[in-house]
């Protein structure tokens, strides 16, 4: 009877971690230009995150990073910036290019709470991150350590995360565990919950800041992807 009675706690204490009520956020595709009411509409809907993709995949600062943000900051309590990686450019100058180019459009680190460094597939604007063999793996990651080394020199540890997901992860780095001191943004399934996660990458749950539950949805006069904050 003792037994079955900690089972029970255990399962009650297990449901309650990942059924609990969450924050909502919103991300901004990065082509995706929403209005100064979208954002307020947003607010008004309990949407108080946002994350823009703020930075491009050749290196360079959005040239609308600015006025997005801008947008975000008088109606969201938390705005994020998202960053896609060049395999075709050299990992420090394509960070310290993007951060000039934020610099030059006014966009200084207190405008923004986090950068999501995003891992997946099917994001490159040229060629695709390879992943044939172990060496091409390895090189993965030696390119995300030097790109994590650069990015150290603007942001703290704690301002600096992933946004990937366990497939794509794995098939790109094999498993490294390279950004287990780095805070997680995964893509999951369509519940509005975190009980899709399950550890990858040396991350575990306690890491887990975010989750992308849904894509190209129309809120507000534009399409977004949603997600939810612990």
Same mark, same amino acid.
């Given at each position: ?21 969450? %924050?909502? $956020? =919103? *991300? ?7 209005? &100064?009411?979208?954002?307020?509409? #947003? ?52 960070? %310290?290019? $993007? =951060? *000039? ?7 200084? &680190?207190?405008?923004?709470?986090? #950068? ?115």
């Amino acid at each position: 009877m003792r037994k079955l009675f900690i089972c029970f706690l255990a399962i009650l204490l297990i449901s309650i971690t990942f059924s609990r009520c969450f %924050d909502l $956020a =919103f *991300d901004i595709p990065y082509n995706a230009k929403p209005l &100064n009411e979208d954002y307020a509409c #947003l607010a008004d809907k309990g949407y108080y995150t946002g994350v823009i993709e703020g930075l491009k995949s050749n290196g360079n600062c959005a040239l609308d990073a600015e006025y997005k943000l801008n947008f975000c900051n008088q109606h969201q309590s938390r705005c994020d910036l998202s960053f896609d990686l060049d395999l075709d450019k050299d990992p420090v100058k394509q960070i %310290d290019d $993007a =951060f *000039d180019c934020l610099k030059g459009l006014n966009v200084q &680190n207190y405008k923004f709470n986090k #950068l999501w460094i995003i891992v997946e597939l099917g994001r490159q604007a040229n060629g695709e991150w390879p992943i044939s063999n172990d060496s091409d793996r390895s090189s993965n990651v030696e390119f995300i350590s030097n790109v994590l080394d650069t990015i150290a020199n603007y942001l703290e540890v704690n301002r600096i995360g992933f946004e990937t997901n366990e497939s794509d992860w794995n098939r790109i780095t094999g498993g490294s565990t390279i950004g287990i001191g780095f805070d997680l943004y995964y893509h999951g399934n369509y519940q509005q919950s975190f009980e899709d996660f399950t550890p990858f990458g040396g991350w575990t749950f306690s890491q887990v800041e975010m989750k992308k539950y849904a894509t190209s949805k129309d809120i507000c006069q534009e399409s977004f992807d949603l997600a939810i904050i612990q």
